[in-house]
């Protein structure tokens, strides 16, 4: 079973301008969740998208905004960069229903702003 | 709010045991996750306990105690491929799905 995977895997960008990002799930899982990972604030929760619905939100500016289509991809959209969004920025996918199982991360779009 | 404290960093031998504790205050609980995460890695799941007591998988152990807002990773017979950073995650019952909330991480360093 394929597992989670994240396009890009690199990106640079520069203040001001905006960067989409892309999570495909575990084939089946219909939660996906996204992160931010940085050296001082370790793993901090975006938002959680199930069937298509944002089910959960973490505190972060509404620059940060996120998709799921019908087949359970989803992207996640930061406007207007910042230098602190320079981050890895991390999916996770769970069944969903049953929330005893966990969530499987992929490797991660690293985002660089200049 | 959630507040999740952990240790920064424990060294260790190889083969020896080591025990993360990790402390957490929460507004709701409905559940903690381990993870692993090695270095330019994704974190990978290793146990989870939503009841009190002491949940085995191989080397890897956790326990958790509700009342206390306390759980515990406990590595046995420690290898060297053992060395990254263990997340200890807590999920609020307040919140409908998968919203973790997570420590910072402890980094083990383990040494032949």
């Known amino acids: 079973k394929a597992g989670v995977t994240q396009t890009p895997r690199y990106l640079i960008k520069t203040r001001g301008q905006q960067v989409t990002l892309s999570c495909s799930p575990i084939?089946?899982?219909?939660?996906v969740s996204w992160y931010q990972q940085t050296p001082g604030q370790g793993l901090q929760f975006l938002f959680e998208y199930f069937s298509e619905t944002q089910r959960n939100k973490g505190n972060f500016p509404g620059r940060f905004s996120g998709r799921q289509f019908s087949n359970s991809r989803s992207e996640m959209n930061v406007s207007t960069l910042e230098l602190g969004d320079s981050a890895l920025y991390l999916c996770?996918?769970?069944?969903?229903?049953?929330?005893?199982?966990?969530?499987?991360f992929g490797d991660g779009t690293r985002l660089s702003i200049l | 709010g959630q507040n999740i404290d952990q240790p920064t960093e424990m060294t260790a031998t190889e083969g020896a045991i080591v025990q993360i504790n990790c402390t957490y205050q929460?507004?709701?609980?409905?559940?903690l996750f381990w993870y692993q995460q090695h270095a330019g890695e994704a974190p990978t799941f290793l146990s989870y306990?939503?009841?009190?007591g002491l949940e085995e998988k191989g080397r890897f152990s956790s326990f958790l105690s509700r009342s206390k807002g306390y759980s515990y990773l406990l590595l046995k017979e420690l290898q060297m491929k053992d060395s990254a950073s263990y997340l200890c995650a807590v999920r609020d019952s307040g919140a409908a799905g998968n919203k973790l909330t997570f420590g910072g991480g402890t980094r083990v360093l383990v040494k032949p």
């Open positions: 084939s089946g899982h219909r939660s």
């Open positions: 306990n939503v009841l009190d």
């Open positions: 996770a996918s769970s069944p969903g229903g049953d929330l005893s199982q966990p969530q499987h």
């Open positions: 929460t507004s709701g609980f409905n559940g």
